[in-house]
């Protein structure tokens, strides 16, 4: 358990939860925060594959066992949801996929949207992973959208990735050939009760490469429905987690890790505050009334922007 004597502390769990909007939004009282936030890596299982796969559930049956297992543990979950085309939030809510976890206290669950970026993780996913964790949270879960190619991302920032997909629908291939076989820890076959798991099993045991050194794939199969394969699964995320502890990877990834946060924080913002800015409006406008050519305005209202700067 997360035994850090510096974790922030709030007096309510709804001050908490507008503390965690306040990270997200990356507002003045949310770096204020983060400033006095210690500095702690997070414990992060990513969770990817196709849409229908059963991730929520999952997430939602693994998180219920670790806490009957492990009673004091602390478990955040950071669900990214595809954005509102017309208003870029989150689409789904918090609750509506994992009320029952959401009545627990050891249990923080928060909807993301992706905005819309490349690999469908926005960079608030990895600042609130890290909130969490200097607020004591013992591990985080992030739920990719499961929108293919896209979600390899989420190797980027978990310590363990989980591949998710269902007997019977191409998932298998799929995931080969959107590059899932190449970021998965632990490949997790769902709905085992629906039947034919054990075949998809054995089709993607054909694909893994052979390893000489180091961690090896493992595929496991599970039903969020009735249970099965459940405990087996949270033992195989310990297993990967003493693993990693123990290898000479841990800190080039947490390296790894916290640039993509700094990376996607700075392209992110800056994208944000140039589209946001009035002299965007105004090219954008000449743009879509056909009086000036798209590349060449973009490079000038760039050259407006940093021309003092570098």
């Not at 035994?3 to 503390?19: G, P, T, V, Y």
Request: hydrophobic share 35%; glycine share 6%; proline share 4%.
């Amino acid at each position: 358990m997360n035994e850090h004597s510096n974790i922030l502390k709030f007096a309510s769990r709804s001050e908490f939860a507008r503390a965690v909007s306040e990270v997200e939004r990356l507002s003045p009282e949310g770096i204020k925060l983060l400033s006095r936030a210690p500095m702690i890596e997070p414990r992060i299982i990513g969770w990817t594959g196709a849409p229908g796969a059963g991730k929520s559930s999952l997430i939602s049956a693994i998180v219920r066992q670790r806490r009957e297992s492990f009673p004091d543990m602390r478990i955040g979950i950071v669900a990214v949801d595809p954005s509102s085309y017309r208003t870029g939030g989150a689409v789904l809510g918090d609750r509506i996929r994992m009320e029952e976890l959401a009545l627990d206290e050891n249990v923080f669950i928060r909807s993301v949207a992706s905005k819309n970026v490349a690999g469908g993780l926005s960079p608030s996913v990895l600042r609130i992973s890290r909130f969490l964790t200097a607020c004591g949270f013992d591990e985080v879960h992030i739920e990719t959208i499961g929108a293919g190619q896209n979600d390899v991302s989420i190797s980027e920032i978990a310590d363990t990735t989980i591949v998710v997909s269902t007997p019977n629908t191409g998932d298998s291939i799929q995931a080969l050939k959107a590059g899932m076989m190449e970021i998965a820890d632990i490949h997790c076959v769902n709905k085992s009760d629906l039947g034919a798991a054990d075949r998809t099993a054995s089709a993607l045991q054909l694909t893994l490469p052979d390893k000489t050194c180091g961690w090896s794939p493992k595929i496991i199969s599970v039903s969020a429905r009735n249970g099965e394969g459940i405990y087996d699964l949270s033992k195989l995320i310990d297993e990967h987690e003493n693993y990693i502890e123990s290898s000479d990877s841990r800190k080039n990834h947490f390296s790894r890790r916290r640039r993509f946060e700094f990376e996607e924080t700075v392209r992110y913002e800056l994208n944000s505050r140039i589209k946001n800015s009035s002299a965007y409006q105004e090219s954008l406008k000449s743009v879509e009334e056909n009086s000036e050519n798209p590349a060449l305005s973009a490079e000038k209202l760039l050259h407006s922007f940093f021309n003092n700067t570098f």
